[in-house]
T-cell receptor, first 115, second 113 residues
Framework: DQQVKQNSPSLSVQEGRISILNCDYT??????FLWYKKYPAEGPTFLIS?????DKNEDGRFTVFLNKSAKHLSLHIVPSQPGDSAVYFC??????????????FGQGTILTVHP | DAGVIQSPRHEVTEMGQEVTLRCKPI?????LFWYRQTMMRGLELLIY????????DSGMPEDRFSAKMPNASFSTLKIQPSEPRDSAVYFC???????????FGDGTRLSIL
């Protein structure tokens, strides 16, 4: 039972345009969400996070939107650059007890930004 | 600042052998996590420690897997005996606090023949 789902295995975007990566979750106890970027032969790198008390968080070219009622979050990259080409993972964690700090990851979306 | 350091980067061994993966977390981080990445199951949490104490090992696949954290700057993940289905990339991550963003090492690519 996959609690965090990234339904698009891949996304291709032109340089300068917006990239939108989507993520859905099923566990209503999740209250902290993160996006990671991963290059081949490297570990995932933290990009941006959002707490469930917010619906938007912005950091430079990266913005994460959270829709709690739909159990959906998205990552917007504007403008997209060729160096953004990587695998993007969505992750979620719940509050308290043994769930504290425990991340559940989606399967990842391969983003390719064409020059 | 040094990131999370994992060794070895690659390990190839025959089934039945003992395998030990090592991790040095970021200094000052008190939570440490071991993950396994496979094509079939993606990134899955195996075990995590807080202040050197195992908090949740429900992701450890079976008794052949064990993890220790003897001090704040070192952890090991051991597989004994190893099997071909253990082949995967194993990541270690650490965070300043359990619910802060986790920082990952570059992983150990393990191949069991």
């Amino acid at each position: 039972d996959q609690q965090v789902k990234q339904n698009s295995p891949s996304l291709s975007v032109q340089e300068g345009r917006i990239s939108i990566l989507n993520c859905d979750y099923t566990n209503s106890m999740f209250d902290y969400f993160l996006w990671y970027k991963k290059y081949p032969a490297e570990g995932p790198t933290f990009l941006i996070s959002i707490s469930s008390i917010k619906d938007k968080n912005e950091d430079g070219r990266f913005t994460v939107f959270l829709n709690k009622s739909a159990k959906h979050l998205s990552l917007h990259i504007v403008p997209s650059q060729p160096g953004d080409s990587a695998v993007y993972f969505c992750a979620a964690s719940g509050a308290g007890g043994t769930s504290y700090g425990k991340l559940t990851f989606g399967q990842g979306t391969i983003l390719t930004v064409h020059p | 600042d040094a990131g999370v350091i994992q060794s070895p980067r690659h390990e190839v061994t025959e089934m039945g052998q003992e395998v030990t993966l090592r991790c040095k977390p970021i200094s000052g981080h008190n939570s440490l996590f071991w993950y396994r990445q496979t094509m079939m199951r993606g990134l899955e949490l195996l075990i995590y420690f807080n202040n050197n104490v195992p908090i949740d090992d429900s992701g450890m696949p079976e008794d052949r897997f064990s993890a220790k954290m003897p001090n704040a700057s070192f952890s090991t993940l051991k597989i004994q005996p190893s099997e071909p289905r253990d082949s995967a990339v194993y990541f270690c991550a650490s965070s300043r606090d359990g619910n802060q963003p986790q920082h990952f090492g570059d992983g150990t690519r393990l191949s069991i023949l």
